[in-house]
Every structure is written in C-alpha cells, then in structure tokens.
C-alpha cells in the first residue's frame, strides 16, 4: 500500500437495507400467543399456568407496534410457534447471505460503487447461519468479487458498530480502501416466540454499510470523526446455544414448553437500568474527547430495543427532551432487529441533513457491548 493510503480518512459512502415483506402486528402476535397459552394449559392441567400477553403491555413497555419476520405462518400457528425455513443444498445460497446480499447491493447501487473496487466483506450479525464456510465469504462470492477477504464477527447487537471501526482502521491502516460490513439479523430463528417475556422484542432485516477511503467516495458521505467499543461482561442477556450443546448429554431439548434455555433469554429491566447510565456516559465521554458536545449533535441513531431506553440516553447527551427529528425511532415498525436497529434508523433518516451536520450512530447490547461512531456530513 501507498503512503497515501495509509493516511487514509474512513467514511461512510452509503448504507443498504433489505426488509421482509411479511409482517406481524402485535395484535397478531398476541391473539397467537394467548391461544398457544390456552392449548398449553388445556394439556398440563398440574403445571405453572401460562398468562396471556397483552398488545398494551408491549406497546407501552417497548414502543413497538410492529415487526418484519421473512415468514409469518409457522411463527403465528399456535401449533407451530416457531419460523419455518426450506433447508437449503450446498450448491444454493444460504438464507442469511440471501438476504446480506439484498442489503450490500442496495448500499453499492446507492454509491454508485462498482465491486470490484470493494476489498473486502464483514459479515457483522448476532448469530450465523453456520460455523463455516463463513457467511461473509459466501456474500463475497455471490456478489462477483474475485479479490480480496471476508470474516464473520458476532458482538450481538453491537456488531454493526464494532465492524464499522474494523473497517475504518482497515481504511486508516492502508490494509483495504472499500469495505462492507453487513448485517443480516434473522431474529426470528432464535427467538422464543412461546416466551411471554420476550416474544415481542424482535424482527427480521438486513442492513449493509460501505465503508471508504475518503478520496474514493462519493461527493455526499459522512466521514467518520471517532469510533469507540466497549464491553463489560454480563450475564443478563444470553443465547446457549452453541456445537458443545450436544456434548451436554441431556438428549433432545423439550420445545413444547414456554421456557427454552437455548433460545434468547435476558433480564430485561435490570438490561434497561444498567445499559442506559453505561451508554449515557459512554457518549458523552466519547463526544468530549472529540471537542463535542450534545449542542454540537444535529441527530442521534441509537441502537433500537426500547423507546424509553433511547429517550433517557438522548436527554442526557442532548441536555433535552430528545424529539423524533433529534433522535428517530423505528422500532415501532422493525422491534428490536439487534445491530441493524441503529443502521436502520440512520439509512431511513440521514439523506435531510446538511453539510457539516454531525451525528452519531450508537450500539448497545448483550456482553454487554456498546459502540460509538461520530460523523460530519460531506455533501
Ligand atoms: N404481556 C403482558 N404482561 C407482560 C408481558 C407480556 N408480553 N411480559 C411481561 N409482562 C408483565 C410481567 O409479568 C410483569 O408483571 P408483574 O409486575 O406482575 O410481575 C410486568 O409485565 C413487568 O415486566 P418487566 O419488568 O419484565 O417489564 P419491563 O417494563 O421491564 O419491560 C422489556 C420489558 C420491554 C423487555 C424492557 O425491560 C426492555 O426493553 N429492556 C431492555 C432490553 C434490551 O435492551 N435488551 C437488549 C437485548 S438484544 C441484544 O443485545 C442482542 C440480542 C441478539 C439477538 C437475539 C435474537 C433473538
């Protein structure tokens, strides 16, 4: 690599965005769940009953109205209560790159990008699809490059953050000058939708971020002022899921029953009362190492898992109340779509800004993880 490209300035050139089209309202969500719950108790008359869930409950709790699942029927069939995907022969692409590649064509056609310039792909998600081949290099292969590396990397819902700053160091090193980083969350595989704690939190999507050295990108980009990670271990949000399950011994796991502990598990109020101070600092100390402060932050996109999570977090690095414009939301529509929430908002609500504007893109999650990354709008 070149002297020049050492010295090379990361920015966000574009984003991509693959939605589901089915989509499960509350309603919906709740109506299946209650029948489920009724069957459940019919059958186990000496168990814990199951309680019914309630569309004001979730809406109130979380501010979220609605989800995009990439197939409702079995999700929503009482009898079922869990997605249903064809399996798939090696020789067809997986389902998890399927949709990644939906969403890296929609951020390379919004740059006007050719593949051939990008140098590599980082598949940044919270669950894969597979141990190997990794699902980046299969995106790599499907979407025509014939150059350059791929990886996979799971922060939960922090991985789209912790990739961006992968990338931008990649750009700062001179080690590549376009990269995607991508994120296909398919929630729904590993949700336990007979969990009435937890089965309205999430959704279905894909998102793709490019990531470039300044002097190729396109006129409008934001380009990128900081990134910071951080983690500190916790045990209040969980997926066991994992190869050595087997090696347990315990046989089969029982999927009739409401309570599954390899699927999602989490502790969602202490997740909201630990995670909101820790994110709060976070950024503010992020922002002040940067010569900024909440005055100088046109717009928030905050990782999307609960609309008062994010109202707290904004009103203490804003100094304000935060509005819709200071700070969207999509969880209403998505739910909690792990590290593509924050993506998500900044795709659909980015393009109004103007030049010079700053924000900030914001992950946080289980491990728990947290990323920053502030920008300034070029245009
Ligand atoms: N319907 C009706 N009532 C309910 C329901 C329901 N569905 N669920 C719970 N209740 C009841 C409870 O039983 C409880 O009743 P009681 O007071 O009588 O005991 C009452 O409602 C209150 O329960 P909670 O205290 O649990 O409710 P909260 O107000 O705390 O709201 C939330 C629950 C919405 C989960 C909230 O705590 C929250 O959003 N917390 C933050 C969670 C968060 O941000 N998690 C991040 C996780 S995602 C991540 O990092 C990576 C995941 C990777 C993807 C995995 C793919 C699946």
């Known amino acids: 690599m070149s002297q020049s490209a050492q010295t090379a300035i990361p920015v966000i050139s574009s984003t991509g965005l693959y939605t589901p089209a089915d989509t499960i309202s509350n309603e919906e969500l709740v109506e299946s769940f209650n029948a489920y719950a009724d069957r459940y108790n019919a059958a186990h008359p000496d168990a814990e009953p199951l309680t019914h869930s309630s569309v004001e409950f979730v809406e109130k709790a979380s501010g979220i109205k609605s989800r995009h699942v990439i197939d409702k029927s079995a999700i929503l069939d009482p009898d079922i209560m869990e997605p249903r995907y064809r399996e798939r022969p090696n020789d067809e692409i997986s389902l998890m790159a399927e949709i ?3 969403a890296c064509r929609d951020a390379l056609a919004n740059a006007g990008r050719d593949i051939a310039d990008v140098d590599a792909v980082l598949c940044a998600a919270s669950n894969m699809q597979r141990g190997y081949p990794a699902m980046a290099v299969e995106i790599q292969h499907e979407l025509g ?9 799971n922060v939960a819902c922090s991985s789209a953050t912790f990739g961006i700053q992968t990338a931008a160091d990649y750009i700062r090193s001179g080690n590549a000058r376009s990269v995607l980083v991508v994120n296909p969350e398919i929630t ?6 007979r969990d009435r704690d937890s089965h309205f939190i999430f959704g279905d ?3 793709a971020i490019l990531i470039e050295a300044k002097d190729m990108a396109p006129a409008t980009h934001w380009e990128i002022l900081g990134t910071r990670l951080k983690t500190q271990f916790s045990n209040n949000i969980r997926n066991n899921f994992g190869f050595l399950n087997r090696g347990h011994g315990n046989g089969p796991v029982d999927q009739s029953g409401p309570h599954n502990d390899k699927l999602f598990v989490q502790e969602g109020r202490k997740v909201f009362k630990e ?3 820790m994110v709060g600092q976070m950024i503010i100390e992020h922002a002040d190492s940067l010569g900024l402060t909440g005055a100088d932050l046109r717009r928030l996109w905050l990782h999307q898992a609960n609309a008062g999570m994010n109202r707290l977090i904004s009103h ?4 304000h109340e935060a509005s819709e414009d200071d700070s969207p939301t999509v969880l209403d529509t998505y739910a909690n779509t792990s590290s593509a929430g924050s ?3 900044f795709h659909k609500h980015n393009e109004d800004l103007n030049a010079g504007d700053i924000g900030l893109i914001c992950s946080f999650g289980a491990g728990y993880s947290a990323g920053c990354v502030f ?5």
Do not use: C, E, Y
């Open 145 to 153: 490059m014939v150059r350059g590396f791929g990886f996979d990397m």
């Open 205 to 207: 999507v894909a998102t």
């Open 375 to 379: 920008m300034r709008k070029v245009a």
């Open 343 to 345: 993506i998500i908002a």
């Open 100 to 102: 990644g590649v939906a």
């Open 188 to 193: 729904s595989g590993h949700l336990n939708w």
């Open 316 to 319: 203490k690095v804003l100094g």
């Open 275 to 277: 995670v909101v101070p």
